[in-house]
């Protein structure tokens, strides 16, 4: 059974720092790309970053650039994500989620305006809620 189960979240005050992970089990691959979504109350869900498992390819939106960092440990199957500097605008429910068909982070870095990018993904995490307070 394929299984993505988040860990990390909480409650900080702005300009602080949280490190998410995401624990995979239940396949193997190559190569894929383990992707982190958030999801903010009466907003849709974005995606925020990508990194493939071989660490060939590695994928931020805009608003988090130089603030998070993504980064793989493949022994342990469990990709982190480091969140830096964080603002009460980064308060969302914090996804994992799996593409077993990609080598690659080109569906985050130019989404298709035909398939909605969140149908690319094969299995998500439960979730875990980051709170940042001002």
């Known amino acids: 059974e394929v299984q993505l189960v988040e860990s990390g979240g909480g409650l900080v005050q702005a300009g602080g720092s949280l490190r998410l992970s995401c624990s995979v089990s239940g396949f193997i691959f190559d190569d894929y790309a383990i992707s982190w979504f958030r999801q903010a109350p009466g907003k849709e869900r974005e995606g925020i970053s990508c990194i493939t498992r071989s660490g060939g390819d590695s994928y931020y939106l805009d608003s988090v650039k130089v603030r998070f960092t993504v980064s793989s440990d493949n022994a342990k199957n469990t990709v982190y994500l480091q969140m830096n500097n964080l603002k009460p605008e980064d308060t969302a429910v914090y996804y994992c989620?799996?593409?077993?068909?990609?080598?690659?982070?080109?569906?985050?870095?130019?989404?298709?305006?035909?398939?909605?990018?969140?149908?690319?993904?094969?299995?998500w995490g439960q979730g875990t809620q980051v709170t940042v307070s001002s």
């Open positions: 989620a799996v593409d077993l068909s990609a080598t690659d982070c080109g569906k985050l870095r130019s989404p298709s305006t035909v398939i909605p990018i969140l149908k690319w993904y094969d299995y």
